[in-house]
């Protein structure tokens, strides 16, 4: 590939900072119902964005949608020894911005006070598609549509039925997405199975619907058949903690995305232990127990605004430990009582 060098770079001496370097390449996506612009010195730095954010179910709301504004530079190849991985992300703060850095050629400068971000590429990094998209651009997304729209960022899935949801928290390797996978297999509206942004107001869960993240071992839970090649087909990505996992495109047609925010009526945390029996698989919480769990599970979270009005609410809804059954669709049917209840929070 050859030398690419954003525009402007050559008269550096006379715009140190590339203030006037041009973005001739635009593109707009709605996510998590915001309007994102995205401006980028090259194509393909848009490339990751239409990955992750191409043909996503529309929600429409009956407000104007709140703007962001991202700028994706290209900055010319490293010198430097070719990596086996690139480096984490390392997060810092100060004068109003939130940095995620991975070294001096690849970072994130997010100006949440004026909704707008800066994301800077290095050439070689175009090699790592998987980790532009979700490490630098997505880092950005996520943080300005937080930050931007009070939203409360939480780790975990969300599943629903007739526009109601339920929370699915837990531990990493708990169960989370295999149970979301069977629950999307099952009919039910899949929200999201990695980030889920709630409002602490009106206690709406929505996110991005994008991909189903299925460990190979859960493979042996789907009959033989198109729905199996599909996951079997997907791209294995790998994350921070060593686990590989298949990434299921949920575009291709497969289950129902949700297009609206969910009102949640519950929670579960996920846990790896197996129920003796099928009917004894969810385990009610007190409300001290709640709290307790939600802050040991969701730390980031609870450093953020509306956390406590968050935890307040979801402690006035039905919030139980899930045990494993026999198999997935067990926990599915576990679920299904739950959403059945018309118990909303209190404002």
């Avoid at 997060?91 to 994301?119: F, P």
């Avoid at 519950?266 to 802050?295: C, K, N, Q, W, Y």
Wanted: proline share 7%.
């Amino acid at each position: 590939m050859a030398q690419i060098t954003p525009p402007g770079i050559g008269d550096i001496g006379a715009d140190p900072f590339l203030e006037r370097s041009p973005y001739p390449f635009v593109m707009v996506k709605t996510i998590l119902g915001a309007r994102f612009r995205f401006d980028s010195t090259h194509p393909e730095l848009l490339e990751p964005v239409e990955a992750a954010y191409g043909g996503l179910p529309r929600d429409v709301p009956d407000t104007p949608l709140p703007g962001f504004h991202i700028e994706l530079r290209l900055s010319p190849r490293r010198h430097a020894p070719a990596w086996d991985e690139p480096p984490p992300v390392l997060t810092q703060s100060g004068a109003g911005l939130l940095c995620g850095i991975m070294d001096a050629s690849n970072y994130v400068i997010i100006d949440h006070g004026r909704q707008r971000a800066l994301v800077v590429v290095s050439e070689d990094m175009l090699d790592w598609p998987y980790h532009v998209r979700y490490e630098l651009i997505e880092f950005a997304v996520f943080v300005l549509a937080a930050r931007g729209m009070d939203l409360l960022p939480l780790h975990g899935a969300c599943l629903g039925l007739d526009g109601r949801g339920v929370l699915l928290l837990g531990a990493s390797g708990a169960g989370k997405s295999t149970l979301a996978l069977h629950g999307l297999l099952e009919g039910m509206e899949f929200v999201a199975e990695d980030a889920i942004f709630v409002d602490p107001r009106s206690m709406e869960a929505r996110g991005v619907g994008n991909f189903l993240h299925v460990r190979e071992d859960a493979l042996r839970f789907i009959d033989e058949g198109p729905l199996r090649r599909w996951i079997a087909d997907s791209p294995t990505i790998r994350r921070r903690s060593g686990v590989e996992k298949f990434e299921a495109d949920l575009r291709q047609g497969y289950g129902h995305v949700a297009t609206a925010p969910l009102a949640l009526v519950g929670a579960v945390f996920v846990s790896a232990e197996t129920a003796a029996d099928d009917a004894d698989m969810l385990l009610p919480l007190s409300h001290d127990d709640i709290a307790a769990r939600l802050l040991a599970d969701q730390p980031y979270a609870a450093g953020q605004a509306g956390w406590h009005r968050f935890v307040h609410r979801l402690a006035e809804m039905d919030v139980h430990v899930l045990r494993r059954g026999r198999h997935p669709r067990a926990s599915v049917d576990a679920l299904r009582p739950l959403l059945a209840s018309r118990h909303l929070a209190s404002a």
